[in-house]
């Protein structure tokens, strides 16, 4: 029988605040959320030489996986567990240091789930095997409903709105989407739906995406995040890991058949959304060095579309114990200045001027430099009379004195990676700097 809408209403209770209806409830404490955190992100780059894409810095103080992590918590799924596989040291030390508040007495927790070869000798093969090979994990924890979420993407949803919907539909599996330009549709699982929503159609990076009907320069592209009735999962999960000619991953394989056999339904990232400037959903898939560095500049804006300055919603990540940010010298050729700019705890800006840059922690940029629309990681070291325009200067770069970055494409194209877009990214290694430990 189809729940009602009272039965509905009863399962939550409602706080309201600056952005809207917040749902806390039974159906969110049922649920278990997966997070997928294993990939490499080659898209970005030299950026994740040494960390995975959820690891990368975000922000001035963030993860990217800090974003996907506090929709969990905010939303009141506190039993997580996050697969990881590549390069995944400096993931596992963040999670650790930042994400250990959570109380196993209230069974709350955030387990970690490297590919440990549990279902055989191969590490994970796809994102669909790497939930089932912590099968025996989440049975063992009995949830009614499993969330499966992508680590790398940058947006604050209420989940508990998705489920709602997903157990008011009757749905089987339920897939977040949202509308993106149909040039960029290619690089997501586009999907198309009837009237009810139900998605009648499921194409994973097609070359060609079907527009949204009335809209044809627009395409419905999934998030990345999913609910599945936990019994339906396994069952799934079970039926693809015996297929020989799967991928055994969840927009090639697993979600195509759930759509042609079972009962799959597209929610409305617009309804569940939160921290988005008049109501416009926010949602980024930073993973290109281009889309990193938008993203970023996109937060320092004077209205940013994301908005992290939200009691509500807050973003969770580790706090390290630093001094404030510090601006000294006021001469007139040597002023330490930052205008539309943000600037994190211990960065010390000596008689340098900082123009629409986002600098994270315990930078130091010295007199009579100039960074200009640029994004500086944390520990990096910026000499005296540097010029730094549109780059990314990855984290313990050490600028020498008088060098000039972003001023000319060709000389930045010899040692550095300069995109299509002009950005400029450099790293310890394009500077012959040998960089060890966690990154």
Known sequence: MRESDETLRQAFSITRGNQGPRFISQLTRDAFAVVLAGGRGSRLKQLTDWRSKPAVPFA?????????????VNSGIRRIGVATQYKSQSLIHHLQRGWSFLDGRLNEFIDLLPAQQQMGEEWYKGTADAVFQNLDMLRRNHPKYVFVLSGDH????DYGRMLAFHVAEQADLTVACVEVPREEAGAFG???????????????????PEPVPGKPDRALASMGVYVFNAGFLFDQLIRDSEEATSSHDFGKDLI??????????????????????????????????????????????VTPELNLYDDNWPIWTYQEQLPPAKFVFDDEDRRGMAVD???????IISGAVVRRSLLFSSVRIEE????????ILPKVRIGRNVVIKRAILDKRCRIPDGMRIGVDREEDARRFHVTE??????????????VHGVR
């Open 421 to 434: 877009k002009g950005i400029v990214l450099v790293t310890p290694e394009m500077l012959g700097q040998r």
């Open 154 to 157: 940058v947006y604050k949803m």
């Open 256 to 301: 195509p058949h759930a759509v042609r056999h079972h009962r799959v339904f597209a929610h409305d990232f617009a309804e569940s959304c939160l921290g988005s400037e008049e109501g416009r959903p926010y949602w980024r898939d930073v993973g290109t060095v281009d889309a990193y560095w938008a993203a970023n500049m996109d937060i320092i804006s």
């Open 60 to 72: 001035g103080k963030f993860r990217i996986v800090d974003f996907t992590l506090s929709n969990c």
């Open 190 to 208: 586009v999907m198309s739906v009837d009237e009810g929503r139900r998605i009648t159609r499921f194409d994973e990076k097609p070359k060609h």
């Open 341 to 347: 700019s943000m600037t994190s705890g211990d960065c």
């Open 368 to 375: 009579r430099s100039l960074v200009e629309d640029s994004v």
